[in-house]
C-alpha cells in the first residue's frame, strides 16, 4: 500500500464505520443471493484464536425458518423486517474440527516454510489439548474459584462454560466483520440479543453444546426507521494511557 493511499482508505473506513447504526425496521427489499455469500465471505476473514474460526454462519433462506427464527426472536422488530437473518454459531466442537482441518492443510502445502509447518502444528496440538482436556466440566467449578482471586483467569477456555464463552467470544469478531462488510455495501443489519437460544437451536437442529451469540437481521433500512443521533462516552472515559 502506497502512503497516499492511506487517507483515502482510512476516510473511507471512518464513513461505514460510522454509516454502520443497529436498524430495526426494514424495507423489506430482498438482497441478491451473490451480495449475501460475499458478505459471509468477508466475515469468514474475521480474526480467531489460533485461527479455529469456531463459529459457522447460518444464512436463514427459507420464509418459513426465517418465521420461525423471528418468532424465537421473541417479536423483535428487525428480526420480522429483515429479508435476511444470520445466527451465529459457536462451539468447542467446531474448533476441533477446524484444528484437524487445519494440520490437513499445513501437512499438504508446498508454499509454508518448514519453519512456520512447526509452528502452526505445535499451535493446533497445543489448542487441541486445551480444548479437549479443558471442556471437562470438573474444571468449571475449579476455574470459578480461582476466577474470585484472578478475574484475568476467567476467561480461559477452560471448563464447559469457559470453552463456550471463548468459542463465543471469536465468533463476535466474525460477527462485527459481517456487518461491517454490510455497510461498506450500503446494506443495514442489527445486531440482536435477546432470543430464545433454545428454540433457535431446534429449528436449526443444532447439536448439544452448541451457543448462538448474536443474530442478524440484514437489509435496507425504510424510510420511516429510527436513526437516532449517535451518542458515545467521551474519549477520556474510554480510552486509558499509561
Not at 1 to 13: H, R, V
Not at 213 to 227: D, F, S
Request: glycine share 8%; with cysteine.
Amino acid at each position: 500500500m502506497q502512503k497516499q493511499d492511506i487517507p483515502l482508505s482510512w476516510a473511507a473506513f471512518q464513513d461505514v464505520n460510522r454509516r454502520r447504526r443497529a436498524i430495526r425496521d426494514f424495507d423489506g427489499q430482498l438482497i441478491p443471493d451473490e451480495q449475501v455469500r460475499a458478505l459471509l465471505s468477508e466475515a469468514t476473514q474475521a480474526p480467531s484464536s489460533g485461527n479455529l474460526q469456531p463459529y459457522r454462519l447460518h444464512w436463514i433462506r427459507d420464509a418459513g425458518v426465517r418465521a420461525r427464527i423471528a418468532t424465537a426472536c421473541n417479536g423483535q422488530r428487525a428480526a420480522s423486517s429483515a429479508p435476511t437473518l444470520v445466527v451465529i454459531e459457536a462451539s468447542r466442537e467446531i474448533a476441533l474440527d477446524t484444528a484437524a482441518l487445519q494440520l490437513n492443510f499445513i501437512e499438504g502445502s508446498n508454499d509454508m516454510t518448514e519453519r512456520g509447518k512447526n509452528y502452526h502444528r505445535g499451535q493446533m496440538r497445543m489448542f487441541g489439548r486445551v480444548l479437549r482436556l479443558g471442556s471437562w466440566p470438573i474444571w468449571t467449578p475449579l476455574v470459578s474459584i480461582v476466577g474470585l482471586f484472578k478475574p484475568s483467569l476467567s476467561l480461559l477456555p477452560i471448563g464447559h462454560l469457559g470453552s463456550r464463552a471463548w468459542a463465543a467470544r471469536n465468533a463476535a469478531f466474525a460477527a462485527q466483520t459481517l456487518m461491517l462488510a454490510a455497510s461498506a455495501s450500503g446494506i443495514d443489519s442489527c445486531p440482536m440479543e435477546g432470543f430464545s437460544a433454545p428454540k433457535i437451536a431446534q429449528v436449526l437442529g443444532l447439536p448439544r453444546g452448541t451457543v448462538i451469540p448474536v443474530v442478524i437481521a440484514l437489509g435496507y433500512r425504510a424510510p420511516e426507521a429510527r436513526v437516532d443521533v449517535k451518542w458515545r462516552r467521551p474519549i477520556a472515559d474510554v480510552i486509558v494511557e499509561h
